[in-house]
């Protein structure tokens, strides 16, 4: 909103602070949902003010199709007024595509694009994020803002105010890169392991997102402005071009080494390891420790409902909705599996491992439709329709 000379929203210094409780999982799909204070899955954010005093207009608009929103809808801030500036100084294309903005249906202008997201309740303007720092996985909005904070507060080690959230494209589809300065007094006795493992644990607990990369760079090393507003897309580049100053660098790894537990183990152990396998798309490579979180590898409300359908299925005994909250480490499922299988007879203990073979099979099949580009509502769909399929199986 530099762009604008004068201001676009304010308040008296005597007017006490404007806030909004709402849904964390709504405003990540772009809707204003009202929730009370202390509930939990909730965001709160303040208002930058009303916008009675504006000389000009103040809209909100969707991006794609350049239409005005209702009041719970967030959107793009588009202004228009006398303080606006006429453009960038010979920047004759990007002037017309920022400060000649036109409404799609009406043809209303013109309006200045801030880049700035954001919705109005009551003349008052909140501001939710930058559009071109949004990060979008499973067509979900998340505002790196939220995850920095959430990761730096995973660990004392790392330093307020200096990590930058982004996403990059892997095997088709936007994964999680993290880097973060980390404090001076730990930089001689890091425990990167220690940290890394807090950082997954925090970010998956609170955002439901499994991270992809973690890069940890000295103090004081993070992009940043000459005002201190972090850089995400310059460190996004440095991270690319491997040019940031690492102290260490953490990603999942690929290869192909067994993923599956060594010989002895139990055949529901072995089963347990290749089904959280093919739920996380996990590389081959990474030897699942039974002793992480499945939180920390990346499990989110979606994956646990398809992981505990698949077991459910492939097991032959039912199993409950809260699996992955009640047994959090993969020793704790495979422990309480083990015991559902045998408690549920000796036929019915042959006939689940029978279909561990048939599972397999059929695994290739469900994992060739992705689910990266779905919605929450296509992928349920989904897994109705192959639980009705191996109904009809049996």
Same mark, same amino acid.
């Given at each position: 909103m530099? =762009?604008?000379?004068?201001?676009?929203?304010?308040?008296?210094?005597?007017?006490?602070?404007?806030?909004?409780?709402?849904?964390?999982?709504?405003?990540?799909?772009?809707?204003?949902?009202?929730?009370?204070?202390?509930?939990?899955?909730?965001?709160?954010?303040?208002?930058?003010g009303?916008?009675?005093?504006?000389?000009?207009?103040?809209?909100?608009?969707?991006?794609?199709?350049?239409?005005?929103?209702? $009041?719970?809808?967030?959107?793009?801030?588009?202004?228009s007024?006398?303080?606006?500036?006429?453009?960038?100084?010979?920047?004759?294309?990007?002037?017309?595509?920022?400060?000649?903005?036109?409404?799609?249906d009406?043809?209303?202008?013109?309006?200045?694009?801030?880049?700035?997201?954001?919705?109005?309740?009551?003349?008052?303007?909140?501001?939710?994020?930058?559009?071109?720092?949004?990060?979008?996985?499973?067509?979900?909005?998340h505002?790196?803002?939220?995850?920095?904070?959430?990761?730096?507060?995973?660990?004392?080690?790392?330093?307020?105010?200096g990590?930058?959230?982004f996403?990059?494209?892997?095997?088709?589809?936007?994964?999680?890169?993290?880097?973060?300065?980390?404090?001076?007094?730990?930089?001689?006795?890091?425990?990167?392991?220690?940290?890394?493992?807090?950082?997954?644990?925090?970010?998956?607990?609170?955002?439901?997102?499994?991270?992809q990369?973690?890069?940890?760079?000295?103090?004081?090393?993070?992009?940043?402005?000459?005002s201190?507003?972090?850089?995400?897309?310059?460190?996004?580049?440095?991270?690319?071009?491997?040019?940031?100053?690492?102290?260490t660098?953490?990603e999942r790894?690929?290869?192909?080494?067994?993923l599956?537990?060594? =010989?002895?183990?139990?055949?529901?152990?072995?089963?347990?390891?290749?089904?959280?396998?093919?739920?996380?798309?996990?590389p081959?490579?990474?030897?699942l420790?039974g002793?992480?979180?499945?939180?920390?590898?990346?499990?989110d409300?979606?994956?646990?409902?398809?992981?505990r359908?698949?077991?459910?299925?492939?097991?032959?005994?039912?199993?409950?909705?809260?699996?992955?909250?009640?047994?959090?480490?993969?020793?704790?499922?495979?422990?309480?599996?083990?015991?559902?299988?045998? =408690?549920?007879?000796?036929?019915?203990? $042959?006939?689940?491992?029978?279909?561990i073979?048939?599972d397999?099979?059929?695994?290739?099949?469900?994992?060739?439709?992705s689910?990266?580009h779905?919605?929450?509502?296509?992928?349920?769909a989904?897994?109705?329709?192959?639980?009705?399929?191996?109904?009809?199986?049996?």
């Amino acid at each position: 909103m530099a =762009e604008t000379t004068l201001l676009i929203s304010g308040s008296s210094k005597n007017s006490p602070a404007v806030v909004r409780t709402v849904d964390r999982a709504a405003l990540e799909e772009n809707w204003v949902k009202k929730r009370d204070v202390g509930e939990g899955g909730t965001k709160v954010i303040a208002s930058c003010g009303t916008i009675t005093g504006w000389d000009g207009e103040v809209i909100i608009v969707a991006p794609q199709s350049l239409t005005e929103c209702p $009041s719970n809808r967030v959107g793009e801030i588009w202004v228009s007024g006398a303080s606006v500036a006429q453009g960038y100084w010979h920047r004759w294309e990007q002037t017309k595509q920022v400060f000649h903005a036109y409404l799609a249906d009406t043809g209303e202008g013109p309006f200045l694009r801030t880049g700035d997201l954001g919705f109005i309740q009551a003349g008052e303007l909140f501001v939710t994020g930058r559009l071109k720092d949004v990060i979008i996985i499973r067509g979900r909005n998340h505002y790196p803002q939220d995850i920095e904070l959430t990761v730096e507060r995973s660990h004392p080690a790392l330093r307020p105010g200096g990590g930058a959230a982004f996403s990059v494209e892997v095997g088709g589809a936007e994964r999680l890169i993290i880097a973060q300065e980390v404090e001076r007094r730990y930089l001689r006795h890091l425990d990167a392991d220690e940290v890394v493992s807090a950082i997954c644990r925090a970010v998956a607990t609170e955002h439901e997102l499994p991270v992809q990369a973690i890069t940890l760079l000295k103090t004081a090393s993070l992009p940043k402005t000459s005002s201190g507003k972090i850089q995400r897309h310059a460190t996004r580049e440095g991270f690319l071009n491997q040019s940031l100053p690492e102290i260490t660098h953490w990603e999942r790894p690929e290869g192909d080494e067994s993923l599956f537990p060594a =010989e002895g183990h139990s055949k529901v152990e072995a089963h347990v390891h290749r089904q959280i396998a093919a739920v996380l798309a996990l590389p081959h490579s990474e030897r699942l420790d039974g002793r992480r979180s499945l939180l920390e590898l990346g499990l989110d409300s979606l994956t646990s409902v398809e992981l505990r359908n698949r077991l459910q299925t492939s097991l032959g005994c039912s199993l409950p909705a809260t699996l992955s909250w009640d047994y959090p480490t993969i020793n704790d499922l495979i422990a309480y599996l083990e015991r559902r299988v045998l =408690e549920t007879g000796t036929d019915s203990e $042959s006939k689940g491992l029978a279909m561990i073979a048939r599972d397999r099979q059929r695994g290739e099949e469900w994992q060739s439709t992705s689910v990266e580009h779905l919605s929450s509502e296509q992928v349920e769909a989904l897994l109705n329709e192959m639980l009705n399929q191996v109904g009809s199986e049996e």
